[in-house]
């Protein structure tokens, strides 16, 4: 008997991205979805989200070593935004932001830069989908720190929207290179994130 393939689709999380950051105000993302209803409904339960330690810093060098004279930039994670709501009867739909703060480098010979980023949707233990946006942005003339917004990203997972938790949570972190992700966990001090 041949596997229904557009069943399994529609079974597994779907993630996009908006072209402009349309949602208004951001709420924390277990903030409540405020309906058009006059009744007294909740919010659905987001589920939980989680930034590594080690994927919660960018640091790019120019390769020749990694001295602060070699820095080309080095990115931040600062907060994370979002927001839940029904995506109709039998789909949660929920939207992320990231803010981070950006430090261009003295080894920096460009004006703009891409900065490689992720969200890996898990149902309990199994990572069931991932997905990596790069955020450009422009170095200002006259800042050498400044903050910025990730666009929206858009997942719809396929549960009930309820105010219960669910086997779903979201890892989202900088998409590092193997040498970048030995440099985080030599160099840094491991942060404690708590989950929204």
Request: glycine content about 6%.
């Amino acid at each position: 008997m041949p596997y229904d393939h557009t069943r399994l689709r529609r079974l597994l999380p779907r993630i996009t991205a908006s072209g402009a950051l349309a949602m208004g105000l951001l709420t924390s993302l277990t903030a409540c979805n405020a309906g058009e209803s006059a009744s007294m409904e909740f919010a659905p339960a987001c589920p939980i989200t989680h930034i590594p330690s080690e994927a919660a810093d960018y640091y790019l060098y120019n390769g020749k070593g990694t001295g602060f004279g070699d820095l080309v930039a080095r990115a931040s994670i600062v907060k994370l935004e979002g927001e839940c709501s029904a995506g109709g009867p039998k789909d949660l739909k929920t939207r992320v932001a990231l803010h981070i703060t950006i430090e261009r480098g003295p080894a920096s010979s460009t004006e703009t830069l891409n900065i490689p980023w992720f969200i890996a949707v898990l149902h309990g233990d199994r990572i069931v989908n991932k997905h990596i946006f790069r955020h450009t942005v422009t170095f200002p003339a006259n800042l050498a720190t400044f903050d910025t917004t990730s666009k929206v990203v858009t997942i719809d997972l396929p549960i009930p929207p309820r105010n219960v938790d669910s086997d779903y949570r979201f890892e989202v972190g900088f998409q590092l290179s193997p040498r970048q992700l030995e440099y985080n966990q030599t160099h840094l001090k491991r942060a404690t994130y708590q989950a929204y």
